[in-house]
Every structure is written in C-alpha cells, then in structure tokens.
C-alpha cells in the first residue's frame, strides 16, 4: 500500500514563502496524478495543484502565479513552493496521488499565514 509522507507546514507571515514535501514509499511514475489539496475550517477540500504523468499541471485559479508545483523523480516526491502568501492560503494541506489502487492521502499539514 502506497504511502504518502508531508512536511514542510508552519506559521509564516503575508508576504512570506513556504516549501512543501511530500515523498511516496513507491515510485510515482505509477500515479496517474499527483498533488496538493487543502481544507480550511468550515470548508470543502479543495485541489490546490497536481501534476499528471503528461501534460502541465492544473492550479487552482486563487494560487496561480504564486505556487509551483515540482516533481522529483528521483526521489519519488512532489512540492509545493508557496509564495506571496495570504492569510486566506491558512488551511491543512494533503498531499494526494491516485493510481491502480485508487486515491491515497497523506496525514496532511498545516499552514498558517498570519501576522
């Protein structure tokens, strides 16, 4: 059974930058698509970003020119670089991917942009 590793949350000012990590225990040339969703309180999870084996990736329109989805092969992981954030980007990010045996989820991390 796939597993999905997340690190890399906190608490940083508007403005300021963090780097998410996510590492699979297998390799993820096998997942169809790979990425970040997020749930802030009292709300839906939402698709933040996620790469596909071909193709560009998808961003949620809020986050477009200021985070970045990256794949590592090598190191069967994905990140998220988050820039220029606000305090609306405060939420628990998962790490997903969806393969053969469907959709795993990582145990989520949190991020919270406040001054």
């Known amino acids: 059974q796939v597993q999905l590793v997340e690190s890399g949350g906190g608490l940083v000012q508007p403005g300021g930058s963090l780097r998410l990590s996510c590492t699979s225990s297998?390799?993820?040339?096998?997942?169809?698509?790979m990425g970040w969703y997020r749930q802030a309180p009292g709300k839906q999870r939402e698709l933040v970003a996620r790469?596909?084996?071909?193709?560009?990736?998808d961003y949620l329109d809020s986050v477009k020119g200021r985070f970045t989805i990256i794949r590592d092969n090598f190191k069967n992981a994905a990140y998220l670089q988050m820039n220029n954030l606000k305090t609306e980007d405060t939420a628990i990010y998962y790490c997903?991917?969806?393969?053969?045996?469907?959709?795993?989820w990582g145990q989520g991390t949190q991020v919270t942009v406040s001054s």
């Open positions: 297998e390799s993820i040339f096998s997942f169809n698509h």
């Open positions: 790469f596909f084996k071909i193709g560009s990736p």
């Open positions: 997903n991917a969806f393969g053969t045996g469907g959709d795993t």
